[in-house]
């Protein structure tokens, strides 16, 4: 926690004239036209811009540990707090696995270190990623990591079986499995999605069914072992389908879905360029207008970044050798303002909604999502909804530049970021590593 800092001049979820924020001792103060601002504060001009409670993605690689190469925890959090973020879930497919204490431990503790943005580490539902055996979730839920999302992400726990397991001891523990949805045997060497596109380019197609019969599959499962499971990058219109009959159903079932899910298809593929190659693929305009649609009516719950750097020799090569992932935590508010804003879909609240309040809610962060209120932790970010800007990579907090955006001009921009009270970034900078737990 710091010091004292008002807000001046902003506009809590884009809503009514421009009012101050005192922040204080990590939560608000005192919020209106005409407080008090105490002597020594910390002044932000908001200059009119539209408030949200800090952002909080459920899906984000920070490569650390192992390859620090392409990113570590510290400029993953500088990236987040560039983007508005004050919460990241970092996943699992780390070297070594973040399938024991030890590994979950130390993320949790780097990202306190660094204190830019909370670094909550995913822990992995098999040893190893294998699919093989489960890895003890009770022993990194219990660590001072606190693990609250177990995923085998890049892979699907694909064995009914054990994914049953899994969902019965997540249920005992209270803790929230995160499903990667991709039956493997239906996706051996696809590259691309399945349809006129990847036919016409020769690439091997991935089918939408890969993805849907996995969510069908796992929601019934959940429904038998009374636990809940989330689907992670929903990418197709018959997903949309499944999760509205699941959750019609009583079925715990959440789903989250990745920006670029929302504003690319399929169409992007033509030029072989592997930076837009991604896990799942990007799929048809049909089923990018159904994600809108959903994200929209809540079917889907929430926008997770699945921000995946990746080093410039695993892009710059043949489509089918690259890594599939994208850049998305500086990118994602601008992205959303894209496609849901400026077409009507949703407002600022609703942004609100599916960028912070929502994953807060399906993790249990009791800290993050809050209202923008007198007394609540002040964990906030500004927006100028305005701005237009345009991305390029080299500019970007990431050692890596995987971005499918590079010279596209995108609306609104992140102009500030408090994580409890501190100001993590400002007009395009993120502060300095604060040292020390938070």
Known sequence: MSGTVVLRSVRPYGEGDPVD?????????????????????????GAGGVLLPGFVDLHTHVREPGREDTETIETGSAAAALGGYTAVFAMANT??????????????RRGQEVGLVDVHPVGAVTVGLQGKALAEMATMNAG?????????????????????RALEYAAGLGVLIAQHAEEPRLTEGAVAHEGPTAARLGLTGWPRSAEESIVARDAILAR???????ICHASTAGTVELLDWAKKQGIAITAEVTPHHLFLDDSRLET????????????????????RAALASGVVDCVATDHAPHAEQDKCCE??????????????????????????????????????ERPAEIVGLTDQGRPIAVG????????????????????LASLSANTPYESLELPAKVTATLLRGRITSRDGVAAAPSGGMN
């Open 21 to 45: 924020v005192v922040v204080s001792g990590g939560v608000i103060d005192a919020i209106g036209a005409d407080v008090t601002v105490p002597e020594g504060a910390e002044i932000v001009d």
């Open 95 to 108: 070297s070594p696995v973040a399938d024991s204490v030890v590994v979950t431990d130390h993320v949790w």
């Open 144 to 164: 001072v990591g606190a693990v609250r999302m177990f995923s085998d992400d890049g892979h699907c726990v694909a064995d009914p079986l054990l994914m049953r």
């Open 224 to 230: 038998d072992a009374r636990s809940r499971v989330h």
């Open 272 to 291: 072989y360029d592997a930076v837009n190659k991604v896990n799942p693929p990007l799929r048809e305009a049909s089923d990018v207008q159904a994600l």
């Open 319 to 356: 489509f089918s050798q690259a890594r599939p992932g994208m850049l998305g935590l500086e990118t994602a508010l601008s992205v959303i303002v894209t496609t849901m804003v400026e077409t009507g879909l949703l407002d600022w609240r609703g942004v609100a909604r599916v960028m912070s």
């Open 376 to 395: 609540e932790p002040a964990n906030l970010t500004i927006v100028d909804p305005d701005v237009r800007w345009t991305v390029v990579p080299r500019d």
